[in-house]
Structure formats: C-alpha cells, structure tokens
C-alpha cells in the first residue's frame, strides 16, 4: 500500500471562539507513506529540522497511539514529509501531524474510518477540537466537544470579500507556555462577553458583513493575558486602516491572522511593521481559505 495525505494549515481561537472555532489554510503537511521492512522517515520543506526523523515523530506516535486504541499492531512503514507550514508558530502543525498520523493508521489498519471517526479520533489526542476540525473539514468550523469526547462541528464558507494574512514573527511560542499565562476562573462578565463576540462574529462570516467584523473579533478570555507574550500584539490590536477588517492571534501565537477586504494587502505591512519595531523580523503569507479538509490519494 502506498498513500499520499494532504493535511492543511490552520489557525484557531479567531478572537474570542477560544477553543472552539478554527479556519484551514493552504499551507500544508504532505505525506507519503508505504509499507517498509522498518520504519523509515524523512522530512523536507520549511522547519525540516524540527521534524524528527525517529520513532518520536508526532505523526508515527500518532498512528501508534490509534493502533493501541484498536488493539492492533502497526506495520513498519516509509514516511516522506514535505512541509509548508511553519513550526511553532500558531498555524497547527501538531493539529496537521496528529490529523495525518489518524489518517495514515485508519489507511493501514483497514479501519476505513469517515471524517467524522478521525475528526473524534484527533481530537481526542488533541484535547481541544479547534484546530484538527478546521483540518478535517476545511473552510471556517465551529466546533464542541462532549465530556464523553465526541466532537461536533459545523463548517462555514468564509465570504469572498474576506482576505486572509499570517503575519508569522521569528520567534517560537510553545503552545504549553501559552496556556500557562492563562487564568483558572474568568468573571461572568468576561464569559459574557466572548459568548455575545463569538456569536456576532459567526454571524458576520455566515454573512459576509464587514461592518460589526472588527468589534466580533474582540476578546477577553485569552488575548490579554497572552499579548505580553508577542512584542507588539497590543498595538496591533488598537490599528484601524481602510480595508482591514480586524486581526487575532493565530491559535496561541506568535502569528497574527489579519482579515481585510480583498484588494487592501497592503494593511498588512503594518503588522511587519509593528513587530520590527519591536525588534523582530515577520513574514507575511497572503493565504487562501483552503475549502476542502485533508486529502487522501491512493498511489499504489
């Protein structure tokens, strides 16, 4: 057996949706896998050096742990990496590994698993179901999970009039230390307040009204308390150009998602802009919605 799977990029919180909305971006972590004597991977593309090349890499510890869910063993294989998604940086290259490493043990298990089996599946690795919805499903998705860790979501179709940016900085943040920042508790008032954001702003994509779009992308539950993390977010947050639409951190940052109205590209610079004033150099990716979840080819 021999496979190709496509998994996309994606970036999640969108604001105030904390941990439950996500979009999937065309930047993707392909893998080509086969059947092998032993296991055998390499990896190519952007980060290549974060990649473990051993029996540690996220992908294979992956299919293992769903091989172990299943109790069954897991076949050697030969896995080829090439990624385009920045490591570290908010754009779920975990939530891409662990969606592929489900994929390619559904595929050599025999399980034929549907979306929705490994959108469970990964979540449930995960914890959270954001990210690896957006990378199953593709498009914008609105996502839940149950205390039994079923998972439910609902996919949105971002309005065309909607451009999409990932300011992406040089510097890494892990996920753990961006949650460590976090409170326990929040006051009613601030839970109030993303439920009426999160509400606002699932309306104005299933919209396409730009004009509440800037004010639904506010939130109290984990920008504040993360934006001393990423040299200047704060301001970022206050900027207010013709055609820009709004930005959040992507996930848990460092990246940015910065939306504006298709033909305003330029309002990015300011976000490059605003991080070289605080002493560290970005990269701007002007990316597309990717439509479409994870693909699965069959090569042999």
């Known amino acids: 057996m021999k496979y190709r799977v496509c998994v996309p990029a994606s970036s999640a919180n969108l604001g105030p949706g904390f941990d439950a909305l996500g979009l999937a971006l065309d930047l993707h972590l392909v893998c080509t896998v086969e059947s092998c004597d032993c296991l055998t991977i390499t990896a190519s593309g952007v980060d290549p050096a974060e990649i473990p090349e051993d029996e540690s890499n996220l992908i294979w510890q992956t299919a293992l742990q769903v091989a172990a869910d299943e109790n069954a063993g897991l076949p050697p294989i030969k896995l080829d990496i090439a990624n385009s998604i920045p490591i570290g940086k908010g754009l779920g290259s975990s939530a891409a590994a662990l969606t592929a490493g489900v994929v390619i043990a559904s595929q050599f298990l025999e399980l034929n698993w549907s979306r929705h089996q490994v959108l469970n599946e990964a979540a449930k690795i995960e914890g959270h179901p954001d990210n690896v919805s957006a990378c199953v499903l593709g498009a914008v998705v609105a996502s839940s999970m149950e205390p039994d860790g079923q998972t439910h979501a609902v996919r949105i179709e971002l309005p065309a009039n909607y451009g999409v940016a990932a300011v992406v900085p040089e510097f890494v943040l892990s996920t753990t230390k961006a949650r460590s920042v976090l409170p326990d508790t929040y006051s009613r008032s601030d839970a109030v307040f993303n439920v009426q954001h999160s509400a606002l702003l699932i309306a104005a994509l299933c919209t396409g009204s730009t004009e509440s779009f800037s004010a639904a992308l506010q939130d109290k539950i984990h920008q504040p308390y993360r934006a001393p993390l990423i040299p200047g977010f704060a301001e970022m947050l206050d900027l207010h150009k013709p055609g820009l639409l709004g930005c959040a951190l992507s996930g848990s940052g460092p990246s ?45």
């Open 256 to 300: 940015v998602l910065v939306f504006y109205e298709r033909g305003s590209e330029s309002v990015t610079q300011c976000f490059e802009q605003l991080f070289a004033k605080h002493g560290t150099p970005a990269k701007t990716y002007f990316t597309e919605i990717q439509r479409n979840g994870y693909t699965l080819e069959k090569l042999a």
